[in-house]
């Protein structure tokens, strides 16, 4: 019950004044306007009956039935108010009371009243066609407002398309009736009386407006929980795509590598150098095509889980902790796996053609010498086999015996190429030749046979020996032709085949050698022919002999096969290949000339490339712990720095093909530069990498200021205070330099007399900060690192710096503040239905929390119950989901 004195000096004096201010702008006249005094008659007398209904009563004329005071003394006992029977004076009065108990008390963005009321009804018709609410009269004519209001708040009971701007009577008619039915709202207003009035009245209008606002205030309240809920949801929505995202993209990068080092790591020999070489165009095309993308796949995923992991602390929830195997530093081992099996293959690959340019040379060269040999031991264990010293003159076998000996003589002179032979095949052997089988075969085949010649000869030469005492006649001048032909002979032989001789190189050094022997050889070449023209002229001095003397002689030299033709022939053709050597060693040397070209102008790319490389680096290093404008223009200004590195691009482009050109060339040193198509490759993608992840970093501290409200000031602060304790400009904090860092923030250290620099070590810091009791406790500390280093790894980066300062500033949304949102929409039931959730939320948002709350099973459940309270615990990952 409402103290009626206290009411009624209220009425008169402070209602009568608010009521002055407040609706001073209204035209005071207009208040006896008959058509207005009607429609407050009406609405009023229907406001009154709505509250008088309490009473069980009801007045039919507003002044009669208030003269007697009874059913106005039932009044005031609901609203605590009292009027006498004038008519005028009734309906201020009842305004008086309308506006100080339905439209006071109503309250938009710090908005009240009339203001309050009337920015609600604008927002809650903005989205509707023919709707413009701008006022309390002719905004509502057409009923269109009246409808929208309803639909909005219950679509089921409002067919808003089907209503027309050009039926006003119709329009407001069912409005009325629906809000009597449906809302409990009685019908203040005549569709008539509103229709044929040019200006309604607006009293009447925000009286019948106000049991709106009150009837859907609840629905107000559910809308605003529904919101909150929406956010978190889209929030958690968003953060778990990007989890499945992180996930695939490292799942498919580790099948990648998976796949990719097996082949890095197969070590399969071939037999040719083209088949090796077909491999290393394999690894080519890896190394520009296939990897590449890798690369930037790697880079991104970097970026992708250091903004998911900003984006969960900025939310209030766990940090991800992606599936087993795929953590960042699980990446980065299998990369570093891959590079490591990538490095090797090269080296093998390279490695590998070098041994088989060695082979295929040894092997042609082993042939060579065994075609040479085997044609000269044919037919001679035949010869030392045979006994035809048994019937010979004794100047026969003279002749046999010093024909034996010049055998000997070439055969000792044959001894170095069986050597050579058998070391060749060695060789061959100990670089794992694929047909060393058929080489060590033919080896041991002539080894063989050598012992064999060897035996013979020896028991040839005593044969002949033990004869030689009864034979004495010899012919010296034969025996000395035969013994300066026959090493003249494998001279000539062996010159052949050393200007036959195939040769590699790999450096200008290395042909010019070669040329200066060659060159050394021809300067001996005088002093041959002279001992050729002397061996020639010891036949010539036997003819002479045998012509003056009547000697008829034997078809040929007795003691040797090497006739002065052979000789000639010979040397002709050991001639003739001198010049062809010379063209050979001039054209090598002209290759050699154009490799060293190719070297300098790969060194001179090379050169300039890892010195761009290692000054963007540096200038990287040194704008990351600048602070230069805001942290847009940093970004702008890293972005377009970004773009000017990109841009350097066709500069890698042209160095790789100025490599592939030495790959080519088979060149595999390069005087002229320290640098490696490797070393730089590495330099480039780290280079990328780095300006990628500085930009990165940038975007996080954008998205912290704007999601926590840091000034700018506080960041310029911050990024201050790190960089003074980061003393090594390692990006990074170690445990001591964090904690000085954030006592630097929080505690006045310039109490110390006796240093007045400005700083001071860590040790002195710790010191200082000690001996006037403002230390950080250890295990408050502890708990600091374990939020900004949950790795354990002793070191703190700016990020991390970050993040904390902004949380342990800022406030976040909390699993307390969900689960009262979802208690509102659930009615303050401690579960909620899938009905509830459809109903509040919007549908992918309800299925989404439908999809994943557990059914409640607390003693008030009832079938289909949903345990919201788990569910929002589990959002901050205070349970699990």
Request: with cysteine; charged share 25%.
């Amino acid at each position: 019950m409402v103290d009626y004195h206290a009411a009624n000096n209220q009425s008169t004096v402070g209602g009568a004044q608010t009521y002055m201010e407040q609706e001073n702008d209204w035209d005071r006249d207009l208040l006896l306007d008959p058509a207005w005094e009607k429609q407050q008659r009406k609405t009023f007398t229907a406001w009154c009956n709505s509250h008088l209904r309490k009473a069980g009563t009801q007045i039919e004329n507003i002044e009669e039935d208030f003269r007697d005071g009874l059913k106005l003394m039932l009044l005031l006992e609901v609203i605590s108010e009292i009027v006498d029977g004038n008519a005028k004076m009734t309906l201020g009065m009842i305004w008086t009371i309308i506006l100080r108990f339905a439209i006071q008390d109503i309250s938009v963005e710090e908005t009240s009243a009339k203001e309050g009321l009337l920015l609600w009804c604008q927002r809650k018709t903005a989205p509707y066609k023919n709707v413009n609410v701008q006022n309390f009269h002719i905004s509502w004519k057409d009923g269109l407002a009246f409808n929208a209001l309803i639909h909005r708040h219950r679509p089921d009971l409002i067919d808003y398309d089907s209503l027309r701007k050009d039926d006003p009577v119709t329009n407001l008619n069912n409005a009325f009736e629906v809000a009597e039915k449906h809302l409990d709202i009685p019908k203040m207003l005549d569709a008539e009386d509103i229709v044929n009035t040019a200006r309604p009245d607006e009293k009447a209008i925000m009286t019948y407006v106000s049991s709106f606002y009150h009837a859907f205030s609840g629905a107000q309240k559910a809308e605003t929980a529904a919101n909150r809920i929406c956010k978190v949801l889209a929030v958690n929505q968003e953060n778990e795509q990007m989890m499945e995202d992180y996930e695939k993209l490292a799942s498919d990068l580790l099948e990648w590598i998976r796949r990719t080092i097996p082949w890095l790591e197969n070590r399969t020999q071939e037999k040719t150098v083209n088949d090796m070489q077909v491999k290393q165009e394999d690894f080519r095309d890896y190394r520009c095509v296939h990897k590449p993308p890798k690369v930037q796949e790697k880079c991104q995923l970097e970026i992708s889980f250091n903004t998911l992991q900003t984006k969960l602390r900025l939310s209030n929830r766990p940090a991800f902790m992606p599936s087993e195997g795929r953590m960042v530093s699980d990446i980065n081992k299998a990369w570093h796996n891959l590079e490591g099996a990538e490095k090797g293959y090269e080296e093998w690959i390279l490695s590998e053609i070098r041994r088989l340019e060695r082979l295929e040379h040894l092997a042609v060269k082993f042939h060579q010498k065994c075609a040479i040999h085997e044609s000269w031991t044919d037919g001679k264990e035949a010869m030392l086999t045979q006994k035809d010293y048994e019937t010979c003159t004794l100047s026969e076998v003279k002749a046999l015996l010093r024909k034996h000996e010049a055998f000997e003589s070439d055969l000792a002179a044959h001894q170095d190429r069986v050597e050579q032979i058998a070391a060749i095949a060695q060789e061959l052997n100990e670089l794992d030749y694929y047909d060393a089988a058929s080489v060590n075969a033919r080896c041991q085949k002539i080894c063989d046979q050598w012992d064999v010649l060897g035996a013979l000869t020896h028991k040839r030469k005593e044969s002949l020996e033990r004869t030689e005492k009864q034979l004495e006649s010899i012919d010296e001048l034969y025996l000395e032709y035969a013994k300066r032909a026959a090493p003249f002979n494998n001279w000539m032989e062996g010159a052949m085949e050393d200007l036959q001789d195939m040769f590699i190189v790999h450096n200008i050094e290395e042909i010019q050698g070669l040329i200066t022997a060659h060159e050394q050889f021809k300067s001996t070449l005088p002093e041959a022919n002279k001992e050729r023209e002397a061996i020639q002229s010891i036949q010539s001095e036997v003819q002479k002999i045998a012509q003056s003397n009547g000697i008829k002689l034997s078809s040929g030299n007795p003691y040797t096969s090497i006739t002065p033709e052979s000789i000639n022939s010979k040397w002709e053709q050991a001639m003739a290949m001198v010049p062809l050597r010379d063209n050979a060693l001039q054209e090598e040397l002209n290759k050699q000339n154009s490799n060293d070209t190719l070297r300098a102008t790969f060194a001179t790319q090379a050169n300039t490339v890892g010195a761009y490389i290692q000054a963007k680096m540096e200038e990287i290093g040194r704008i990351s712990i600048e602070m230069n404008g805001t942290l847009e223009d940093q970004l702008t200004n890293l972005k377009e720095y970004q773009k000017s590195i990109i841009s350097y691009t066709p500069e890698i482009n042209k160095l790789e093909g100025y490599h592939q050109h030495i790959q080519e060339a088979l060149i595999f040193d390069n005087q002229y530069t320290s640098y490696t198509m490797e070393h730089l490759r590495v330099g480039w993608e780290q280079l990328l990498t780095t300006i990628a992840r500085t930009i990165n970093e940038v975007e996080n501290q954008i998205l912290t200021r704007d999601a926590k409200g840091i000034s700018q000031e506080q960041l310029y602060e911050y990024r201050a205070s790190f960089n003074h304790f980061d003393k090594d400009h390692s990006g990074a904090l170690m445990a001591e330099e964090f904690k000085a860092c954030l006592i630097s923030l929080g505690y006045d250290v310039e109490k110390d007399k006796q240093k007045r620099s400005g700083q001071m070590m860590s040790d002195d810091f710790r010191a200082l900060l000690i001996s006037t009791g403002n230390s950080l406790g250890e295990a408050e500390f502890n708990r600091i690192m374990g939020i900004v280093d949950p790795n354990g790894s002793g070191a703190v980066t700016f990020q991390a710096f970050i993040d904390f300062m902004s949380t342990e500033t800022t406030d976040r949304d909390t699993a307390d503040q969900v689960i009262a949102s979802f208690k509102i929409l659930a009615a303050d039931k401690n579960y909620i239905t899938a009905d509830e959730l459809r109903r509040e939320l919007p549908p992918d948002q309800a299925e989404y929390c439908i999809a994943r709350m557990a059914p409640y099973t607390g003693p008030d459940a009832v079938p289909g119950a949903l345990d919201y309270m788990s569910f929002s615990t589990a959002l901050y990952g205070e349970s699990d989901l």
